[in-house]
Every structure is written in C-alpha cells, then in structure tokens.
C-alpha cells in the first residue's frame, strides 16, 4: 500500500515572512539568551526560588540548540544562494558577506558566558560531546566563510571574529573537562613519594654487618609541621581580606573532599586548629567563601580565564571586537539592508558588551583578590594595599552592612556598656523571627490560642530588620532553608482527581516543592548553636578514632552525654536512620503545637531551632532523596504509609472534610499556620499508646505516626525527672541528625548544591572537615626519618 503524503497548504506570504526573518529572528534571540545568562546566571548559586532557577534552566537548554540551528540556517542560504527568499530584494553577494560575518558571531555565543558553562555538575562529563561540537562547528563556520570568496569584502573582521569564537569555544570546552569528575580528581594528586632508598639503606647496613661493625638502624623524629600549624592559627576576628584568603587556602586543601579525597593528619590538623580560634561568624564566613570558589571552578569559566593566560585571551577578545567594530564602521553599506546592518551592529556591540561585563565581573571576584594577596602572611594586615583591599571587600558586601544596622548599633552599645564585641554574644548577631512570624494569620477564633507578636518579643524571639531586595547581589549563597512539614503536608491534599493527573505527567514532586516547600531564614541563632555544637564535638575529637565515633552519631551521643535521657536510645541507634529521622520530626512537631496553646517559660531558642532544624531534615530526606539516598532506606514508603494513616486519621476527627478531597474546586495552597493545624497535633498527642502500635497493626504498614506521638509523650516524662530542658536535648538530638547526613550524604551530591542556592547541610558537611570530624582523614603521614647507626 503507497504511503500518503500529506501536504499542509500554507499560505505564500507566511513562506516569504518567515524565509525572510527566521535567520535574523534566531540570532537576535541568541543574543539576548547570551545576555540573560551572563547577567542572571550568577544568581543560582545566591537563590532557591523556582522563579530564577527555570528561566534560567530554560535558557541553558535554548541557547545551544538556537546557535546551533542558526548555524544551520546560515550554511543553507550558503549552499542555495539563488533559493534565500530573504534576498529578495537586495544583491544576494552583499547579503552574503553579512551572512559570513555572522557566523562566528554564532560561535563566540557557543561558547558561552564566563558565568556559566554547566547547569548541572553532569553538564562536565559532557566535556568530550562539546569538543566534536567545537570541531563541527568550526568546520561549518568555514564552510560559509569560504563560500563568501574570493569577493567577501568583510574578510578580514570576519577572520578576527573567527578566532575569538574558536577560543571562546575552547575556553568552554576546556572550563568542562578541567571539572570533569576524573580530571578533577587528578588535579588532586600529588607528586609521586618514593620514600626512603631503602635499597641503598640496605647494602649499606649489610656492608657495615660484615665488617664486624655494631650497626642499627634508628628512627629519628623530624619537626611536627601539624604541631606549627597551631601555634600559626590566627587568633581574634578576620578581616574582610582574610575570609577570601583562608577560604581560598582551605579550598586549595580541601577541595578534594569533592572526590572523596583521604586526608593526612596534617590537614586535620590545620583546619581544626584554625576553626578552634573562631568564632561562629567569621567561620561561616570562610566556608562561604569556599563554597563560592567551588562553585566557580564546577560551574563557570573562571578557572580557564584567571591567570596570564585568562588576560591574555581577554585582551585578544577585546581588541579583535574593537577592530572588527572599527573596520564595519568604515566600510560603505549602501548595498546592504538597513535591518541587517543594525542587526549586525547589535552582535558587534552585544559581543563588546559581553566582554566587558565579564571582565569587569573578573575584577570585582574574589580571584581577582588573590591574585593580589594570596597569603595573609604576605604584609602586615595594616599595610596600606591591604587596607585598600579591605576597604573594597567592604564596599562589596555594603548591602549586608546596610541590612544589618541595627547589629552595628547593639554593638556600639556593647562598647558603652563596656563588653567586647569581638566576643560572640546574644547581641553580636540579632537573631532571626521564629517561623511563625511569617506564616499565614489564623482565623479569629483561633486567636487565643496563637502566640502574640508581643509575647515572642518578651521571650526573647527578636525580629530582624527587613532585607532590600538588592541585598541578594552580595551574599554568597541563599542564606535560606527549605522547609517541609508532614502535618501540614497531610492537612492541604491536593484533590485525588488533580493528584491522578499530576501523577500522570509527572509533576507531583515539582508542585510539591513549589506549594508545600517554604524558605525560612537561616538565623544566626541557629548559626551560632550548629557551630558551638560542632567546636565542642571537635574539642573532644584529639584523635581519629573519637573524631569518627562523634561523626557517626545520629542523637545516641546527646542521650548518653545528657543524665537521665539514655532510654531514648531506642529511638535512634536502635532503628534506621529515616525512622529516626520521622520519629523525631513527628515528636517535635507535636510538642511544638502543644506549647502552642501554653504559656510554657522552657528554652524557648532551643524549640524553634528544634522546629526549624525538624522541617529542614524531613525536607532533605523526601525532596532531596537523590542527595539522601545513602541515608534514606525506605524513607518514602514509610512517609507515605505515615501520611496515609494521618489523612485517615484526620477525616475521622473531622479535622479535614470529606470535601476537601473531592474533585470539586482547585488545589488548596497549604497554610500551616492556624487552629486547624494545632488541633490536629492535639487530637494525635491525645490519643492512648499504652500498646505500641506494631502489635496492632504488624508489618503491613509502616507508618510512624502514633510511635511519634509516644516519643513525644516520653520526651515530656523524661523533662519532669530530668534537670535538662527537653528542647535542649531535641535541639542538640537534630544537630546530630543533621551531621550525620553531611558526613554521609555523596559528595558529588553535597558539591552540586553549590549551583542550586546552597545547602546548610553543604555548608556543615565542610565544617565537620575543618574541624577534623568524618571518616575522611586515614592517613598518618610519618613524621620521622631512618638513618643508619654505626658504633665504634
């Protein structure tokens, strides 16, 4: 049977409009796909919100696939010159002078912006598929630059234009594979140690034996370099210009921890006897700093550009664009189109623009400061070029000044008041809002049993000063927190009809972040209370054995520390890690509520760090599962049982309405604020669990939501004959929890956070390092030397 084709009729004009316009259209967008990306691309690593992150995805994927096929479109009018209905009205050789002018316009644009060169970190296993790119398209870019002779009059900016596009090509290329997994991790390696000539050591001490001479053969201690480190680490605070030094030298050190490097006692030693001498600010400082530079090195050419050879292709880049600009300038267009002459005019000065801006991003870069001072023991920190750098640092980071006024003024009274505020205190940071001052308003009959603003004011919970929107162009990452809530999760269903759609293509999860997944803060208390945590764990850490018992606790350490809580035990060396985790996030959502309704005068900062750690470490184990997953067992099976149970749970108590699961109205947008919500965690507190739930309902299911309710019960009961704050302890219990998934958690996983906002669980994970807590340091590098004795 013939096949049938089927002719679509389209209309003439519609041919001619878009024969006409289809190149021109599709280089204007990769243009401006170019200057969106080189402009918002930096902001990835600064925010979480989906608002950023999908255009910015979507120009990613765009702008190769619209070069690439605007490439394709040029070779085509190259090839059928007499067939371009785009000439129609001008001579076809000017037109095709443009057209090879263009062209490696279209490979500059290949090649990219400095400010991103991979989305993801599997963006540079890619590193081979780019370089046949490079290739073909160089090859295609000649082919139109060779049909448009002998008579192409723009030859010669046409060939400036050739070469900076291979090299900002190359540079692309090249930016992939030094990130590439395998050859960053060959960047790690270092020299080969032969050690000792134990051959020549030998037949020296034969030699020596069969003269009859009395011969050994001694260990001699050398100088503890790990020793001198600690009397080296600086003490007091850092100054702008030393946080990007010593993030910049433990990212040297460190870096390796992105391949799961093993390091030596001497690195434990430095990072541990620096981070000691800290305080909680300027250490996160450091980190950030850190984090900052990984991110550059994964995810933007600036490891390629930084250095003579960056300079170099900089300057060429530049000075070929200003020649070509000068040479198109010059040259008589009276036989060339008007619209083509100004979309020629945009992709010179567009490419102009690009440059510019890259380089004055390269100036304004923390490469740029170490380029100038490395070290911090180059000059005395009062010389007059680094107080000049300082001064600039600051400059930088004026909007975190701005934004935080009201901590320059604290400390100006702490100066009156005669307390030093180089001290970390209460009042060297203000600590952020619990999250209830940002959630929805309840009704009002639910009023009463809401805290007042007034009140968490008296308790000692401090609102900070707003943040101007611009104050996103200085930090270092999102300084935020993703949240998720299992009560609230289960209280705001979507409508099964929606669900059955959703599930079908495949967006359950992107909705779930976007409507039950909320940013909070990261206050400095909670700061400041992870790094106490953290040095006091550390203290204790003097050799590696202690260092990976103390990393590898998950709340058992804190039970046994802590008189009178060690019954708890069960509750977390006795089950897996994503039970635990489920336990103790339904246990502290529970108690959180009950207080709720009370005026309870407990550790009021310990509760809302135990509410926000416990929203932020369910959110990683079910939204960050891939990141999870060395961690996560069965989590999802046994948070969807849980769910399931609370759903029924909660239409039996008439807590949900049948209604609110029907089909009829469209999704609801979770508030989790509100009676509904305190009521629900009431009803389950209030529920008899004299028998435990397993011997109810077995192991058809493996829902955890009642054996949280008796967590919860017991954390009262063991707080009444206990002299410890129960909020202490379940604040102390998630630090651990948290740490736990830093050190266990991929680090491919942990370095791929860097580009998506940043993690706290990132931010830890490096901290633990510095503070020589994990299992990645085996090495004990000897620190002595044989030499051969002889007597007389």
């Known amino acids: 049977m013939a096949r049938m084709l089927v002719d679509i009729p389209i209309p003439p004009k519609w041919k001619r409009l878009w024969d006409t316009w289809d190149l021109r259209t599709f280089i204007i967008i990769s243009l401006s796909l170019q200057t969106f990306l080189i402009f918002v691309a930096p902001f990835r690593k600064r925010t979480k919100s989906y608002w950023i992150v999908m255009p910015l995805w979507s120009a990613y994927l765009l702008a190769d696939a619209t070069t690439n096929f605007a490439v394709g479109l040029i070779s085509n009018s190259m090839g059928n010159p007499g067939e371009d209905a785009g000439k129609k009205n001008r001579d076809p050789v000017e037109n095709t002078d443009l057209l090879a002018f263009w062209a490696p316009f279209l490979l ?123 009397n080296k680490a600086k003490k007091g605070n850092l100054t702008e210009l030393e946080v990007v030094q010593y993030g910049y030298m433990f990212y040297k050190k460190f870096r390796g921890l992105i391949v799961d490097t093993i390091f030596s006692r001497k690195e434990r030693s430095l990072g541990r006897d620096f981070f000691l001498n800290r305080n909680a600010k300027d250490a996160f400082k450091v980190v950030e700093v850190e984090l900052n530079f990984i991110y550059e090195v994964l995810f933007t050419k600036l490891l390629v550009v930084y250095g003579k050879y960056g300079a170099i292709s900089r300057f060429f880049s530049l000075a070929t664009v200003c020649a070509a600009i000068i040479l198109f300038v010059m040259k008589s267009k009276t036989n060339f189109s008007d619209v083509d002459v100004t979309i020629t005019y945009a992709l010179l000065f567009g490419a102009l623009g690009l440059d510019l801006t890259a380089l004055f991003m390269l100036l304004i870069s923390d490469w740029t400061i170490i380029t100038l001072r490395e070290s911090p023991d180059d000059e005395p920190v009062n010389s007059f070029k680094n107080k000049m750098i300082t001064k600039f640092l600051k400059l930088r980071t004026e909007g975190t000044l701005k934004a935080t006024k009201s901590n320059v003024n604290s400390k100006k009274d702490d100066k009156k008041k005669g307390v030093d505020p180089s001290k970390p205190s209460k009042e060297d940071d203000k600590p952020q809002p619990s999250k209830e001052d940002d959630k929805p308003q309840p009704s009002k009959e639910d009023d009463k049993q809401q805290p007042s603003k007034e009140d968490d004011k008296a308790k000692g919970v401090v609102p900070p000063p707003k943040l101007p929107r611009w104050y996103m162009l200085k930090r270092r990452w999102s300084e935020t927190i993703n949240t998720f809530n299992l009560i609230n999760y289960c209280l705001h269903q979507r409508p099964e009809p929606w669900e059955k759609v959703f599930e079908k293509l495949g967006i ?245 956070q860097v580009s998506r906002g940043g993690e706290l669980v990132t931010i830890v994970w490096l901290l633990m390092s510095h503070f020589g807590l994990g299992e990645q340091f085996q090495i004990n590098e000897g620190q002595s030397r044989a030499i051969l004795q002889v007597g007389k």
């Open 108 to 230: 500059v644009h290949l090649g990219g912006p400095d400010t991103i060169t991979a989305f993801a970190l599997e963006d540079n296993e890619l590193w081979l598929r780019h370089l046949l790119g490079l290739l073909f398209q160089c090859v295609a870019a000649i082919y139109v630059f060779v049909q448009s002779l002998p008579d192409n009059r723009l030859w010669i900016p046409t060939t400036l234009m050739f070469a900076t596009g291979i090299i900002k090509y190359a540079e692309r290329t090249r930016s992939l594979y030094l990130a590439s997994a395998d050859r960053f991790k060959e960047s790690m390696l270092t020299g080969p140690e032969a050690g000792p000539n134990y051959a020549k050591l030998m037949d020296e001490y034969v030699s020596k034996k069969k003269a009859n001479l009395p011969t050994s053969i001694e260990m001699v201690d050398e100088p503890d370099q790990a020793a001198k480190s600690a």
């Open 508 to 752: 359950t999860g992107l909705l779930d972040g976007i409507f039950y997944v909320k940013p909070e803060s990261f206050s400095t208390e909670l700061r400041d209370f992870i790094f106490l945590e953290l040095k006091l764990k550390s203290e204790l850490a003097d050799d590696l054995e202690t260092a990976k018992e103390i990393s590898s606790a998950r709340g058992d350490w804190v039970l046994r520390v802590e008189e009178g809580w060690g019954d708890l035990l069960k509750y977390v060396a006795g089950v897996d890690y994503d039970q635990s985790l489920i336990l103790w996030h339904i246990a502290t959502e529970l108690l959180y509520n009950q207080e709720l309704r009370t005026d309870n005068k407990g550790d009021i900062k310990g509760k809302e760090i135990s509410k926000l750690l416990s929203d932020y470490m369910l959110y990683l184990l079910i939204m960050q599962s891939s990141m999870m997953s060395a961690v996560a067992g069965i989590a999802q099976i046994r948070f969807r049982d849980t769910c399931e149970e609370a759903k029924r749970f909660f239409l039996d108590k008439t807590i949900v309405e049948p209604s609110d699961q029907s089909g009829n109205g469209k999704p609801q947008i979770p508030k989790e604020a509100g009676g509904k919500h305190i009521q629900a965690c009431k009803e389950i507190y209030e529920v008899a669990t004299e028998v435990p739930p397993v011997a109810i309902k077995g192991d058809r299911s493996k829902s955890l939501l009642f054996d949280g309710c008796i967590l919860a019960k017991k954390l009262v009961e063991k707080e009444k004959d206990s002299k410890s704050d129960k909020w202490t302890i379940i604040s102390k219990v998630w630090v651990e929890l948290l740490c736990y998934a830093a050190t266990h958690c991929r680090a491919n996983m942990q370095a791929a």
